[in-house]
């Protein structure tokens, strides 16, 4: 069983930062791929970034390439998401997830409660 708690939404204006943090409960977070998902009001659960297990293989969606970067520290059971020149669009329920390294939202078992990100033009 994996618990995952996210932070670090908020209100960002157009090309701001923010950087979002997941901590996870338990001794298996270091065998869990982890994945960000992002839901806007209206729409579908979007793909936004995965990690594997130990850190070295990585992929984002392709709205967020180039400008979120996803990491991990094992030793802190954290997963982040460095979020860089913000859009409006980039306006959702943030939410992350650990299971199997995949662009598929049913490929995770587990999933956070979310954090709001609102980035405002």
């Known amino acids: 069983q994996v618990q995952l708690v996210e932070s670090g939404g908020g209100l960002v204006q157009a090309g701001g930062s923010l950087r979002l943090s997941c901590v996870a409960s338990?001794?298996?977070?270091?065998?869990?791929?982890m994945g960000w998902f992002r839901q806007a009001p209206g729409k579908e659960r979007e793909f936004v970034a995965a990690?594997?297990?130990?850190?070295?293989?990585?992929h984002y969606g392709e709205s967020v390439k180039g400008r979120f970067t996803i990491s991990r520290d094992n030793a802190k059971n954290t997963v982040y998401l460095q979020m860089n020149t913000l859009k409006p669009e980039d306006t959702a329920v943030y939410y992350c997830a650990a299971g199997f390294f995949s662009v598929a939202a049913s490929a995770y078992d587990y999933w956070g409660q979310g954090t709001q990100v609102t980035v405002s033009s």
């Open positions: 338990g001794r298996t977070f270091s065998s869990n791929d």
């Open positions: 990690i594997s297990l130990n850190g070295k293989t990585t």
